[in-house]
């Protein structure tokens, strides 16, 4: 008789750890596979693929998240093979086993654990016996027990860990683990609180499993203990042989109770453990204790708060937190200070879920009494009651959306810390944003991460596009498309790339390459990436002496002082005094054959003063050629050392970006300042020629070149 154990998983990365318990307990006496699927792949496909296998009986592993489909399967699947024998299991069915004999097409239900009394259902089914199995129910018989497997029997049972058909995928999805079952709490929303006592693993046992995941290719393990520090010593004993034996790039996670986790761990984490090995869930679900009372859910808060910053500032291991809205007794208002008061832990993430009234659970047997109204289907989540709204629920899912694409994703990791730090409420804010996503008709599915940032950064009006800039192009494995302007012109990333070779000796081929370059503040922010990684870092830029700004016409009438105080000049040039007009006139003025973007007009500041007027050509009259049409310093300030300190930086910023030859024109007249460019390092060139703008004037062309 062939046997299909199924289940479909919420996404392929999960594996289902009840399955290979019922394989290995079943395989030594039946006809035995495994067959997972997701919940994304169609009821068509799986139903084909199942009939397929020309299997006898086919056992479902049934969850909130996969019963709608399963139930689906079952009924195409009885509709086209009705001799096939279903079997359900799983805590979804456990607890109202007559409920889904009368609404599936499942001829058992199964109620517990499976490890002993599957194969015994095997056989029964295989010899055409009736069932009289603890646990085990169908038409007309229901069994009110839940079976409980002894843990010395699965200890006996070959490892489900480490089977031969799971090794090639192993790397690539979550292992599940357990060393207890049950739980020391009761709280009344969870299914945990129907199983009787607690039960822990022997350790020789647990060790050996850790050994063959050890020496597996698995990466993330996640503990399916209810509350794994329950018991401290048998805790302390497993990290600790985790700690002494774990492979590389492996990461153990737990769910733990942070207000009964003693310091006995705490100090071993803190002190032993390798950053990273370890990642700790903590249910906290809420810090208004009328809500936790009301669900039986007894926690120490300020307890729980000493242990969270206690491991926040041991930085060894990575923190969970879990909230739950929709709790008795707990408003909107009050359900916002919850969140706020858990988020000011800064976890690496928060989760925010949504009460789920499970079938079997007392919470869900008293929903009339605190007046909730809840979904029929899976998952069964609360829609009111009579203390939150129908539309507070959804603004607390709009919040909640907000929560997961920018904190929880890791991605805007800077960003957040510096918006937050200005927030009174984390909670408003995710809302305001969410609120801002809907008023602008913003993608809340089907987005690209550019969106986010573009999103983002409309929300906050540009006010962090520095640290936004920095976040993304640290998350990015190649070079990315830009979301916000360059930073940086052509010339100043060359001026750029030239100072971080001098200054941090790194190639300028490697920058050129691989590199984006940005200037954040007084920082040059550069990203290299290869071979799909990226290498960051942000270089402090020298402070420059010398500002050059481009020369707008709230500026013209700076410019005209600087003019105005160099009367002598214009008394050589046969010329008046200039007016406004003729300042801006300057400002436009181009030889033959340039364009408006080689011109740059405008003044070089010393801090908040403007000592001296540039007006300078690009690429002319040859590239790589820069032309300095008119260099006038304040009149006031000359023969103090100005002139030359402001040429010097604009020579130093011109060959930064890459220009051979520096080119000006002096008239003849002008002995001074034919000296003074002589001194600078100018040679003449052309002793005779006409100025463009003083055609009635002989000049002489000097020439710098740059090396």
């Known amino acids: 008789m062939k046997t299909l154990l199924v289940t479909l998983n919420a996404k392929y990365i999960h594996k289902a750890l009840a399955l ?9 006496q039946h006809d035995v596979c495994i067959c997972e699927y997701t919940i994304k792949d169609s009821v068509a496909s799986i139903t084909a693929d199942l009939l397929a296998k020309k299997a006898d009986v086919i056992a479902f592993s049934c969850y909130i998240w996969n019963i709608e489909m399963t139930k689906a399967i079952c009924a195409a699947l009885k509709k086209q093979a009705p001799s096939l024998v279903l079997i359900l299991g799983g805590p979804e069915v456990s607890y109202e086993p007559a409920y889904f004999l009368a609404h599936t097409c499942a001829d058992y239900i199964m109620s517990g654990e499976g490890e002993i009394t599957f194969p015994q259902l095997l056989s029964c089914i295989e010899k055409k016996e009736r069932a009289e199995i603890c646990g085990v129910s169908y038409r007309g018989a229901i069994s009110k027990d839940i079976a409980q497997t002894p843990l010395s029997f699965i200890e006996q049972l ?7 058909q799971d090794e090639e995928a192993m790397g690539k999805r979550i292992l599940y683990f357990e060393t207890s079952r049950g739980c020391p709490y009761q709280c009344q929303y969870c299914l945990s609180s129907l199983e009787k006592g ?12 850790l050994d063959l995941i050890f020496q597996s290719e698995a990466k993330t393990i996640k503990v399916l203990d209810r509350s794994f520090n329950a018991n401290p010593k048998h805790a302390l004993a497993i990290l600790d042989y985790i700690v002494s034996h774990h492979a590389p790039d492996q990461q153990f996670q737990f769910e733990i109770n942070a207000d009964v986790f003693p310091q006995s761990l705490i100090d071993f984490i803190n002190t032993k453990a390798p950053k990273g090995l370890f990642r700790f869930e903590i249910g906290i679900q809420s810090t208004y204790e009328p809500a936790n009372r009301a669900i039986a859910r007894m926690q120490d808060f300020t307890r729980l708060q000493e242990v969270v910053k206690a491991l926040m500032q041991g930085d060894r291991c990575e923190l969970h937190l879990d909230l739950i809205a929709g709790l008795p007794y707990e408003s909107y208002d009050r359900f916002a200070k919850s969140f706020d008061d858990v988020f000011a832990f800064r976890a690496k993430e928060l989760q925010l879920g ?7 659970t007392s919470l869900r047997k008293d929903a009339k009494r605190y007046g909730y109204r809840y979904e029929e289907k899976a998952p069964y989540a609360m829609i009111e009651n009579q203390w939150m709204s129908q539309e507070e629920v959804q603004n607390i899912h709009l919040a909640e959306d907000m929560l997961e694409k920018y904190w929880n994703s890791g ?7 510096a918006v937050l730090d200005q927030e009174p409420s984390p909670f408003a804010f995710f ?3 969410g609120c801002y996503y809907k008023a602008h008709q913003f993608a809340f599915h089907r987005y690209q991460l550019y969106d986010l940032f573009v999103y983002l950064d409309a929300f906050l009006q540009g006010a962090y596009r520095d640290v936004m800039i920095m976040d993304y192009l640290m998350i990015a494995k190649t070079r990315p498309k ?8 052509r010339e100043e990333r060359h001026a750029a790339i030239s100072f971080i070779s001098t200054h941090y000796h790194i190639s300028q081929d490697l920058l050129y390459r691989y590199a984006r370059i940005e200037r954040l503040g007084n920082h040059y922010a550069v990203a290299i ?8 870092k942000l270089y402090p830029i020298e402070e420059e002496k010398w500002r050059f700004q481009p020369c707008k016409d709230q500026d013209l009438e700076t410019a005209l002082s600087l003019y105005a105080s160099n009367r002598a000049y214009f008394e050589l040039c046969g010329e008046k005094l200039p007016t406004l007009h003729d300042v801006a006139k300057d400002q436009r003025l181009l030889p033959p054959g340039c364009t408006e973007d080689q011109k740059q007009y405008g003044l070089l500041y010393e801090g908040s003063t403007a000592i001296a007027l540039l007006d300078g050509i690009k690429d002319y009259p040859l590239k790589h050629t820069y032309y300095i049409g008119l260099f006038l310093v304040d009149g006031n300030r000359h023969r103090q050392g100005y002139g030359k300190s402001a040429y010097e930086a604009l020579e130093k910023k011109l060959k930064a970006q890459g220009y051979r030859k520096i080119r000006l024109a002096v008239i003849k007249e002008n002995q001074k300042a034919a000296m003074f460019w002589k001194a600078m390092g100018f040679q003449v060139k052309q002793k005779i020629s006409k100025a463009i703008t003083m055609p009635h004037k002989e000049v002489m062309i000097m020439e710098k070149e740059l090396r």
């Open 529 to 536: 990436y290869r071979n799909l990684h990226c290498d960051w």
């Open 354 to 360: 949504f009460l789920k009234l499970l079938r079997g």
């Open 431 to 433: 809302y305001r944003l």
């Open 20 to 28: 290979r318990l019922l394989y290995v307990a079943s395989k030594p």
């Open 482 to 489: 830009r979301w916000y302007p360059p930073t940086l012109t």
């Open 198 to 209: 607690m039960r822990f693993f022997s350790l020789p046992y647990l060790y050996h499993q």
């Open 411 to 417: 991605r805007f990791s800077h960003t957040m810390k």
């Open 158 to 164: 070959e490892s489900s860990y480490a089977l031969p």
